[in-house]
């Protein structure tokens, strides 16, 4: 287990395109599950997307089409590329890691993750 360190929030305006990197220098990405997700302020938390070892991703259906999740196992990174962006996707966005248990992709959807970085803002604006 590790600190997680993600990057790249920032501001855009609609329809434009930023991508958020997660750092996880303790993790051994390659097996291990990964994910991005979401709190907008009054809000619960929720996923965004995520990742299994064999790279399988899955997506909140706000994202489909227009979010990528994917990994750099060399590197221990992991990134969303979020396009075409939207006001509703304005929120603090965090990075989690944790172990995978199964072969079943999904697993990393519907798992509970014990390892996050301290998040990104992101804020799309006009």
């Known amino acids: 287990q590790g600190v997680l360190v993600e990057s790249g929030g920032g501001s855009v305006q609609p329809g434009g395109s930023l991508r958020l990197s997660c750092a996880a220098p303790?993790?051994?990405?390659?097996?291990?599950?990964m994910g991005w997700f979401r709190q907008a302020p009054g809000e619960e938390r929720e996923g965004v997307a995520s990742i299994d070892s064999n790279g399988r991703a899955d997506y909140a259906d706000s994202g489909k089409g227009r979010f990528n999740i994917f990994k750099e196992n060399a590197k221990n990174k992991m990134y969303l590329q979020m396009n075409d962006g939207r006001p509703e996707a304005t929120a603090m966005y965090s990075c989690?890691?944790?172990?995978?248990?199964?072969?079943?992709?999904?697993?990393?959807?519907?798992?509970?993750?014990?390892?996050w970085g301290q998040g990104t803002q992101v804020t799309v604006s006009s």
């Open positions: 989690a890691a944790d172990a995978q248990w199964t072969a079943n992709g999904l697993e990393c959807w519907f798992r509970t993750y014990n390892n």
């Open positions: 303790g993790v051994t990405a390659v097996s291990w599950c």
